[in-house]
């Protein structure tokens, strides 16, 4: 089994900045593919950005250039760096790992951005 906890949400301004981050832990020898899903009220579940263990990286058209993902493979943890951010950007924020075939998921953590 793997956890995934998330951490940085919070209450900000538009054009302010956060930082998510989510830590693994449990029984596994590597994690392949981390990334960052979120989920608005009344809409779908959608991914944000993920990254390879390589570093190779992927982003939604939506916050590209104002959304950076990062991890650090020795602490099993995987960063989302989110500036200008906007009102629309407003959601749970979900964590997600890959380990050989199996997806895990964090409970998520919520990101709300005022006008």
């Known amino acids: 089994q793997v956890q995934l906890v998330e951490s940085g949400g919070g209450l900000v301004q538009a054009g302010g900045s956060l930082r998510l981050s989510c830590v693994a832990s449990?029984?596994?020898?590597?994690?392949?593919?981390m990334g960052w899903y979120r989920q608005a009220p009344g809409k779908q579940r959608e991914l944000v950005a993920d990254?390879?263990?390589?570093?190779?990286?992927n982003y939604a058209d939506s916050v590209k250039g104002r959304f950076t993902i990062s991890r650090d493979n020795a602490k099993n943890t995987v960063y989302l760096e989110m500036n200008s951010l906007k009102p629309e950007d407003t959601a749970v924020y979900y964590c997600t790992a890959r380990v050989v075939m199996t997806y895990y998921w964090g409970k998520g953590t919520l990101v709300t951005v005022s006008s």
């Open positions: 990254c390879t263990s390589g570093g190779n990286t």
């Open positions: 449990g029984r596994f020898f590597s994690i392949g593919l």
